[in-house]
């Protein structure tokens, strides 16, 4: 129950493994295909598909992590800001009421 | 939400509000108004070259499953390889507008804090920032008026910044009043907001 929870709040981090393995998974059939015969014009067809489906594959992941990361980075701005601005909101309400009752 | 003689204005007509008081106004702040480094219509552009990109790549591949010739089969895998690089783009192009906001982000947080906190901050040559504490201060003399500037332009350039924008970072820019800026029909910077027309702050 809790790994599915940790699925559901990190649903782009368990994407992008999920693509990393299945990158990887392609770039292995494409490997075991391309060695397993001599003639060039039967090997483009594993580069083409498992070798170019792997490297897609991989690179999603890689921008799924990196775009989480960025995310996380995000939401903490959003929280210091927050805090910030609410301080900053406060000084100048001080400042304002205590111009007013010395008015 | 605020207090006192604070005002809140409904500004963008969708329920969001700013709030302006005695003090200077605050700088518009994307983190805080939005949930995410990247807008809608950056996905969209992303997801479309990536589409785009996929559409090639596998059109490639079929071209090439029906081939035997290693010749007829060239021509289909360049168009394959096309298309992965265009799906590739799409990918750096949403990770770099995502970079590029937290940047801006945390330089804007930066100046925030020293404000909160009565510090300084600097810029060095490099375009890195200095937060100076006042116990810094008192070591080091501080010319007056060395205070950031808000609005800066460098030689060529058609578009103000504000002195901390990513874009004039490791740029030689010069601050600029914003009366100079807008005799000068300088545009605004979509990245940093600054506008010689509101004086700092682009609407």
Redesign the interface.
Known sequence: MEFLNLLRSQWDRAIAIACAIGGAFALLIGWIGTSGTEHVAEQIPYIVSAGLTGIFLLGVGAVLWITADLRDEWRELRRVGTMLERELTARDSERASGAHVRG | ??????EMIDTSGNGRTE?S???KP?RR?R??DE????RRTDVNRALVLVVIG?AL?VW??FG??G????RE??G??VL??FG?AI??VG?VY??TV??R??RL??RQ?MF??A??MGWSVTVTKRGRLQLHTAADGADEVVPEGSALPALVVGPGMTIVHRSECPIARNKAVEPISAADAAARNLGSCRVCGASAANGGDAA
């Open positions: 939400m605020a207090t006192g003689t604070t709030t008081g005695p003090s605050r702040r983190y805080l949930p995410r480094p990247w996929l790549g490639g591949w090439v499953s081939e035997v010739r290693l089969q060239q289909w895998m394959s390889c992965a799906a590739a990918g949403l990770v995502a970079m906001s937290v982000g945390q947080l925030d804090l404000d909160v």
